[in-house]
């Protein structure tokens, strides 16, 4: 496949194996975008070189030059860089003056874990509330799933992105259109576990009880949540004094959080969106911006401080089990990260994928694409930054679309997602990068590679030790014939459910909503259900969930997962892609709450017919 020095694609192949070449325009659209001019063939030269190096390797070098290591260190180098310098993003200065490199000490593969195979479930955590939850699913819900998984011999906990939403009254229920991937959603703090929460302060124990009292619909209602976590917090912070850990966190967090909460206090004062806030505040680093920061210095420290209970909250779920994290594949053109960033990021471009025979018309998910060049121009920060953001608290991580490290799909402006084209990424460059943070993280990597995957991407994914996904509605060979190094389910987040599938209910939904179904599709998964099972159509829902994750035990992949909408036999799936406001999607909470989950004998069963091959193994 042809590409431009921009990275553009001559063209791709279609589902049906046609070929749409680049066009002429969108080619102009695309270097426009990326801060060219139409015509021009190549992007400006790299002012500030980055080397990549393998951990252990004595490279050879051009020139002396002196060292500056992460921690501050320095070291001399004359002709070879020293052999045992130690992971991480170093500096090297020419002793003649010429530009620095950012150097970057990797290692050969992404981390794995001591266990050869392991389960757990996958969660929805604002669907998974309890008795105690203000109608969303929060922090304490996960540490009590966590420690009941870890009692029941799972190895981990899947959960949904918690990035944080851009901060409006109606927060975006979707977690994969995020206001900032570095930082998380406060809708969910659990309020009674913040310092300072008195059972005996009228205000907060009547917002408690209003917050309770949303259980009451299946529906979540972020608005009304919002706004009563809001209040509670605003009511905390007026009592809060000091607290060592806090300001330990703000300092470790640095010039990141600070931005962040600017960003937040800025959405308070001039609305949520910075492309419609006054001229003088839409770069993060005009004089106007400083001037709000320096009069607001109270605010800043109030979203900092929720930042930072998010994070004693989090930290306390993944001491009970391990937990397997979620990064979306964009953020928000109007969010935190898109305004801190806003010249990596291409205007008037949307990322999406092609045609493909579950999306006649191809996708276009609204997220801006970080710019290659000006990407490398800063030497990869934004990657490091929203990697290790991610990794924090968790013991691995999935990467959604995880093809994007090497390519992604770009839309121009006004028009449909065929006539976009794909755009090349450094993928060996940010595979160090997520193998570098992934070793420091001590975490193992996921990488979400369904759809279209070039075979030299999966190659170097799986020799990065990057475990692939294999999904069963999508695979034609039975689990026991999937890979070791995999994630293996299911279902997903956008797919239907066991019972979904089962009843016909799933189909049921997307007709409700406007949608024209698979059927052909949805037929062929209830005879995968059929053919994996041994079942007969009319076999209950509860023997079909329990006989299929039978078979996806017996999977000899590192981790093998179940969701709990089907141990629950929830008919909806969490999203159903093409609808907006005609369903809620992400919006269904589970039909019973914690307190009963972790009784139930149905999702016990599951989780023993989970267990039981790895017991078996072990004795």
Request: charged share 25%; net charge negative; with cysteine.
């Given at each position: 496949m042809a590409t431009d020095a921009w990275g553009i694609e001559d063209g791709y192949h279609d589902i049906r194996g046609e070929w749409h070449e680049t066009s002429p325009a969108t080619r102009r659209q695309l270097r426009v975008a990326m801060g060219g001019l139409g015509d021009v063939e190549d992007p400006p030269p790299q002012t500030r070189p980055v080397w990549f190096v393998r951990y252990g390797s004595a490279a050879q070098i051009n020139r002396p030059a002196e060292l500056e290591l992460e921690d501050g260190t320095h070291l001399k180098a004359v002709d070879r860089l020293p052999p045992d310098l130690p992971l991480g993003y170093h500096d090297l200065h020419p002793d003649d003056g010429g530009a620095t490199t950012r150097l970057i000490v990797t290692p050969d593969r992404c981390h794995l874990g001591n266990r050869e195979r392991s389960w757990g479930w996958t969660v929805q955590l604002y669907a998974t509330r309890s008795s105690h939850s203000w109608g969303i699913g929060d922090l304490a819900d996960?540490?009590?799933?966590?420690?009941?998984?870890?009692?029941?011999?799972?190895?981990?906990?899947?959960?949904?992105?918690?990035?944080?939403?851009?901060?409006?009254?109606?927060?975006?229920?979707?977690?994969?259109?995020?206001?900032?991937?570095?930082?998380?959603?406060?809708?969910?703090?659990?309020?009674?576990e913040v310092p300072?929460?008195?059972?005996?302060?009228?205000?907060?124990?009547?917002?408690?009880?209003?917050?309770?009292?949303?259980?009451?619909?299946?529906?979540?209602?972020?608005?009304?949540?919002?706004?009563?976590?809001?209040?509670?917090?605003?009511?905390?912070?007026?009592?809060?004094?000091?607290?060592?850990?806090?300001?330990?966190?703000?300092?470790?967090?640095?010039?990141?959080?600070?931005?962040?909460?600017?960003?937040?206090?800025?959405?308070?004062?001039?609305?949520?969106?910075?492309?419609?806030?006054?001229?003088?505040?839409?770069?993060?680093?005009?004089?106007?911006?400083?001037?709000?920061?320096?009069?607001?210095?109270?605010?800043?420290?109030?979203?900092?401080?929720?930042q930072w209970l998010l994070d004693e909250q989090l930290a306390r779920a993944g001491r009970e089990l391990p937990l397997l994290g979620d990064l979306a594949i964009g953020v928000d053109p109007d969010g935190a990260d898109a305004w801190v960033w806003r010249d990596v990021l291409a205007p008037g471009v949307r990322i999406g994928a092609p045609p493909d025979a579950f999306n006649l018309g191809g996708q276009d998910w609204g997220l801006p694409p970080f710019v290659p060049w000006r990407l490398r121009a800063l030497g990869y920060e934004p990657i490091v930054q929203t990697v290790r953001a991610a990794l924090r608290h968790t013991g691995a991580l999935r990467i959604d679309h995880v093809m994007g490290l090497f390519r992604l799909f770009w839309i121009p402006d006004g028009c449909t997602a065929e006539a976009g084209t794909y755009v090349r990424y450094p993928g060996t460059d940010l595979l160090d990068i997520v193998a570098l943070e992934s070793a420091r993280a001590g975490a193992e990597i996921v990488g979400e590679d369904l759809g279209t995957v070039e075979d030299e991407v999966r190659a170097h994914l799986a020799e990065r030790a990057v475990l692939s996904c294999r999904v069963v509605w999508f695979e034609h060979d039975p689990p026991e014939s999937f890979p070791v190094q995999a994630l293996a389910s299911v279902s997903t987040h956008d797919l239907p459910t066991i019972p979904g599938v089962w009843t016909g209910a799933d189909l049921a939904d997307q007709e409700r909503a406007g949608i024209d179904p698979n059927e052909e599709g949805l037929a062929a998964h209830r005879q995968c259900l059929e053919e994996l099972t041994g079942l007969g159509p009319d076999a209950p829902v509860a023997d079909v969930v329990l006989a299929t994750y039978r078979r996806l035990a017996c999977a000899p992949s590192r981790i093998r997962v179940a969701s709990l909408e089907d141990a629950l036999q929830v008919e909806e799936r969490p999203n159903v892609p093409g609808t907006t406001v005609e369903r809620p999607n992400w919006s269904l909470a589970l039909p019973v709450p914690v307190d009963a989950i972790i009784d139930d004998p149905a999702v016990r069963a599951v989780a023993a017919t989970m267990a039981a091959p790895d017991r078996a193994t072990s004795t």
């Amino acid at each position: 496949m042809a590409t431009d020095a921009w990275g553009i694609e001559d063209g791709y192949h279609d589902i049906r194996g046609e070929w749409h070449e680049t066009s002429p325009a969108t080619r102009r659209q695309l270097r426009v975008a990326m801060g060219g001019l139409g015509d021009v063939e190549d992007p400006p030269p790299q002012t500030r070189p980055v080397w990549f190096v393998r951990y252990g390797s004595a490279a050879q070098i051009n020139r002396p030059a002196e060292l500056e290591l992460e921690d501050g260190t320095h070291l001399k180098a004359v002709d070879r860089l020293p052999p045992d310098l130690p992971l991480g993003y170093h500096d090297l200065h020419p002793d003649d003056g010429g530009a620095t490199t950012r150097l970057i000490v990797t290692p050969d593969r992404c981390h794995l874990g001591n266990r050869e195979r392991s389960w757990g479930w996958t969660v929805q955590l604002y669907a998974t509330r309890s008795s105690h939850s203000w109608g969303i699913g929060d922090l304490a819900d996960l540490q009590t799933l966590a420690r009941w998984s870890a009692d029941l011999g799972a190895g981990y906990v899947a959960v949904n992105p918690l990035h944080a939403p851009r901060p409006a009254p109606d927060p975006e229920p979707s977690p994969y259109f995020p206001s900032s991937r570095r930082f998380r959603n406060p809708l969910y703090l659990r309020i009674e576990e913040v310092p300072g929460f008195d059972p005996g302060d009228r205000v907060l124990t009547d917002a408690a009880a209003a917050g309770r009292a949303l259980n009451a619909s299946r529906v979540i209602h972020r608005d009304q949540v919002q706004a009563l976590k809001r209040g509670a917090l605003d009511r905390l912070w007026a009592s809060f004094d000091a607290d060592a850990r806090f300001d330990a966190y703000v300092d470790e967090q640095g010039v990141a959080l600070r931005q962040y909460a600017i960003y937040c206090a800025l959405a308070e004062a001039h609305g949520s969106g910075w492309s419609r806030w006054p001229s003088e505040l839409r770069r993060v680093d005009s004089p106007g911006v400083e001037r709000f920061a320096a009069a607001s210095k109270q605010r800043l420290r109030f979203h900092s401080w929720i930042q930072w209970l998010l994070d004693e909250q989090l930290a306390r779920a993944g001491r009970e089990l391990p937990l397997l994290g979620d990064l979306a594949i964009g953020v928000d053109p109007d969010g935190a990260d898109a305004w801190v960033w806003r010249d990596v990021l291409a205007p008037g471009v949307r990322i999406g994928a092609p045609p493909d025979a579950f999306n006649l018309g191809g996708q276009d998910w609204g997220l801006p694409p970080f710019v290659p060049w000006r990407l490398r121009a800063l030497g990869y920060e934004p990657i490091v930054q929203t990697v290790r953001a991610a990794l924090r608290h968790t013991g691995a991580l999935r990467i959604d679309h995880v093809m994007g490290l090497f390519r992604l799909f770009w839309i121009p402006d006004g028009c449909t997602a065929e006539a976009g084209t794909y755009v090349r990424y450094p993928g060996t460059d940010l595979l160090d990068i997520v193998a570098l943070e992934s070793a420091r993280a001590g975490a193992e990597i996921v990488g979400e590679d369904l759809g279209t995957v070039e075979d030299e991407v999966r190659a170097h994914l799986a020799e990065r030790a990057v475990l692939s996904c294999r999904v069963v509605w999508f695979e034609h060979d039975p689990p026991e014939s999937f890979p070791v190094q995999a994630l293996a389910s299911v279902s997903t987040h956008d797919l239907p459910t066991i019972p979904g599938v089962w009843t016909g209910a799933d189909l049921a939904d997307q007709e409700r909503a406007g949608i024209d179904p698979n059927e052909e599709g949805l037929a062929a998964h209830r005879q995968c259900l059929e053919e994996l099972t041994g079942l007969g159509p009319d076999a209950p829902v509860a023997d079909v969930v329990l006989a299929t994750y039978r078979r996806l035990a017996c999977a000899p992949s590192r981790i093998r997962v179940a969701s709990l909408e089907d141990a629950l036999q929830v008919e909806e799936r969490p999203n159903v892609p093409g609808t907006t406001v005609e369903r809620p999607n992400w919006s269904l909470a589970l039909p019973v709450p914690v307190d009963a989950i972790i009784d139930d004998p149905a999702v016990r069963a599951v989780a023993a017919t989970m267990a039981a091959p790895d017991r078996a193994t072990s004795t």
